[in-house]
C-alpha cells in the first residue's frame, strides 16, 4: 500500500478483555516498529521486527502483551487480559533495512479500556 | 539516564523567529537520527534525517550533529504558526537496530 495502514482506528473494550490490533506496513519493508503513546508523552518502544523475528521485544511492559509478524509483513499486537492502564494510542511505524533508513508511521490505534 | 532525552518545553517564539530544539542521546555508537513533528491528534511525520556530524538543511529546517558530544538539534528558521507541535527526537539504537524517541519538545509560534 502507499503507506502504513492500522487497523482498527479506535477500539474499546471492558477490562479483562482479549484485544488484536494490526498493522500493514509499507510494501516491501522489512523493519516493523510498535510503539504505545499516551498524552504528553512521547512514542514509547514496545517490539521491533526485522523479517519475521522480533530482533527486540525488550519494551514488552508484561507477558500480557505479545506481537507476531508470520509472512514478514502485517504484524498484530495481541494484549491479554486488557487493564486501564493499557489505554493508550498504539503506533506502528515501518521502514527498509539496512543503514540510514527513515520510519514511517501509520496513523495509529486508540484503544481505551473501559 | 534516558536513552533519548529532549527539553518538554513548551517553546515558544514568535513568527518570524528562528526556534531551536535540542536533543542529547546516551547510545556512544549510534549512527541515525531523525526529527519527528507531531500535531495533537496525529502521528509522527518525518522531517529531518541525519548521520553525519555538522548540519544538514532542507528548507526553513536545519539539523545539527555532533558525535563527540551526542547532541543533536533542530533549528526552524522564519518560524511560522502552523510549526506550532510537538518535535520528536528519534534516535537508532545501533546494537538492536531499534528506534527510541524522546518525550518531545511542544513549540507554539505565536503571530
Known amino acids: 500500500g502507499a503507506g502504513v495502514s492500522q487497523t482498527p482506528s479506535n477500539k474499546v473494550t471492558e477490562k479483562g478483555k482479549y484485544v488484536e490490533l494490526r498493522c500493514d506496513p509499507i510494501?516491501?519493508?522489512?523493519?516493523l516498529y510498535w510503539y504505545r503513546q499516551s498524552l504528553g508523552q512521547g512514542p514509547e518502544f514496545l517490539i521491533y521486527f526485522q523479517g519475521t523475528g522480533a530482533a527486540d521485544d525488550s519494551g514488552l511492559p508484561n507477558d500480557r502483551f505479545f506481537a507476531v509478524r508470520p509472512e514478514g509483513s502485517v504484524s498484530t499486537l495481541k494484549i491479554q487480559r486488557t487493564e486501564r492502564g493499557d489505554s493508550a494510542v498504539y503506533l506502528c511505524?515501518?521502514?527498509?533495512?539496512?543503514?540510514?533508513?527513515?520510519?514511517?508511521f501509520g496513523q495509529g490505534t486508540r484503544l481505551t479500556v473501559v | 539516564q534516558k536513552e533519548v532525552e529532549q527539553n518538554s518545553g513548551p517553546l515558544s517564539v514568535p513568527e518570524g523567529a528562528i526556534a531551536s530544539l535540542n536533543c542529547t542521546y546516551s547510545?556512544?555508537?549510534?549512527?541515525?537520527f531523525f526529527w519527528y513533528r507531531q500535531y495533537s491528534g496525529k502521528s509522527p511525520e518525518l522531517i529531518m534525517s541525519?548521520?553525519?556530524?555538522g548540519d544538514k538543511e532542507d528548507g526553513r529546517f536545519t539539523a545539527q550533529l555532533n558525535k563527540a558530544s551526542q547532541y543533536v538539534s533542530l533549528l526552524i528558521r522564519d518560524s511560522q504558526p502552523s510549526d506550532s507541535a510537538t518535535y520528536l527526537c528519534a534516535v537508532n539504537m545501533e546494537e538492536a537496530g531499534d528506534m527510541r524517541f524522546g518525550a518531545g519538545t511542544r513549540l507554539t509560534v505565536k503571530p
Open positions: 547510545d556512544r555508537v549510534s549512527q541515525s
Open positions: 541525519i548521520y553525519s556530524n
Open positions: 510494501s516491501g519493508h522489512t523493519a
Open positions: 511505524a515501518s521502514s527498509l533495512m539496512g543503514e540510514n533508513t527513515e520510519a514511517f
